[in-house]
């Protein structure tokens, strides 16, 4: 046999004996360096190795896991008051119009709706006439993944909070089964110029706690995605760390009202410089 046809056989057993599992993964037996480095940089599923034909078995499962985790992040219940009261920040709470976490998943319009009686608890907090409309609105809502908002929602809202001082804020909305739209109604009416949702993100199979937030500024007629910008993976340690996001999102809260644009208009030239701390103004929960 030629000296390729040699290697190919070499090959061939290898695998069949599951020995290149070893050297692609390489870190524990000091094979490609090359896949260890990539590894190291990325939560990407690369450099796994195989055994035989097929993936090796304890790759096989890491991956069930991480489709089962993906799975109870999105059916998982979200006890409301429990992160409310985590949050220790003037908050109410409201709900969209979905009947229960199947229908939100088949019916995404009905995540975008809130019942009659729950905007006339938001009306009840909005300033009345002749008073300052508020800045800010913010929301907070399971969306896709409730185990993202159990575990960050609190502690990366109160970082918004923090960075958004001198400014107007109405107090957190909380909403469960939410789509990143219904965000526009709770806006309007509490009388806010601009709306931030935190929302939980769809699960991945590297991360089923990711956090987005979409920030919207308020004008006439109907809006779209085109009108919202978007900071997502956020879900330290993995992701993005909670001070980081809040200082980008304070940027973009202070330049889309500066500017009175928002969305594809406005883009993030802040260089992630550190937002001054100042004490918010945040207004009482009725």
């Known amino acids: 046999m030629s000296g390729a046809e040699d290697k190919r056989v070499e090959a061939r057993d290898r695998g069949a004996r599951g020995e290149d599992a070893a050297v692609a993964i390489g870190a524990e037996r000091g094979g490609w360096d090359a896949w260890r480095a990539l590894v190291a940089c990325s939560p990407a599923r690369i450099g796994l190795g195989r055994a035989g034909a097929g993936v090796r078995t304890a790759v096989h499962l890491e991956l069930l896991a991480a489709h089962a985790a993906a799975r109870d992040a999105v059916h998982l219940a979200w006890d409301v008051e429990a992160t409310r009261a985590a949050l220790e920040l003037p908050s109410c709470v409201v709900r969209s119009s979905v009947a229960d976490r199947q229908d939100y998943l088949l019916r995404p319009d ?39 908002v159990v575990k960050h929602g609190p502690e990366l809202l109160t970082a918004i909070v923090e960075v958004l001082g001198g400014l107007r804020v109405a107090p957190i909305v909380l909403v469960r089964d939410g789509r990143v739209a219904l965000g526009d109604p709770i806006a309007r009416a509490l009388r806010a110029k601009l709306v931030v949702v935190v929302i939980g993100e769809r699960p991945g199979l590297s991360a089923a706690d990711s956090l987005g937030i979409y920030l919207t500024l308020m004008r006439e007629g109907a809006l779209s995605d085109a009108d919202r910008n978007c900071i997502s993976n956020v879900h330290p340690p993995g992701g993005l760390g909670y001070r980081e996001a809040a200082e980008q999102t304070g940027w973009l809260v202070r330049e889309a009202l500066a500017r009175g644009v928002s969305g594809v208009a406005l883009k993030d030239e802040s260089g992630r410089e550190p937002t001054p701390t100042l004490t918010p103004t945040l207004t009482e929960e009725a």
């Open 110 to 148: 009905r995540g975008r709706q809130l019942f009659a009686e729950d905007l006339a608890k938001l009306w009840a907090l909005a300033p009345g006439r002749g008073q300052e409309p508020f800045d800010v609105a913010l929301v907070l809502s399971n969306g896709l993944s409730t185990e993202a």
